[in-house]
């Protein structure tokens, strides 16, 4: 695998890895709704997720990455868009796409 690559999904690893520790073992919304630095901090690694999604695409487009196109556009939302960021759509993307985003990356990296 490139290096670049590589490199990359060494670091949409990395920043699921930070959101779940973040938020802790209790994933609770309104906790999460009521913290601004996990927010902040959950939409900062978002960001570098959809970095590197980006980044590797530019060095090998026809590489599979699931919901890829999806998780550009939130990074473009979260940094654009910033006023108009949805303490739901962000839940629902830690919760329902992460995992699987994780266990993808872990898949390509065999971790």
């Not at 473009?76 to 985003?101: A, F």
């Amino acid at each position: 695998m490139n290096v670049r690559i590589k490199s990359s999904l060494l670091d949409i690893y990395q920043s699921i890895d930070e959101i779940f520790l973040f938020l802790g073992d209790r994933r609770d919304f309104i906790a999460y709704q009521n913290d601004l630095k996990t927010k902040k901090a959950v939409e900062r690694n978002l960001e570098i997720i959809g970095e590197a999604v980006n980044r590797i695409l530019k060095e090998e487009p026809n590489f599979v990455i699931d919901q890829a196109k999806s998780i550009i556009g939130t990074r473009n939302r979260i940094i654009h868009s910033y006023d108009n960021i949805s303490d739901e759509v962000i839940w629902t993307i830690v919760v329902r796409d992460l995992p699987k985003l994780k266990a993808q990356v872990e898949q390509f990296l065999a971790v």
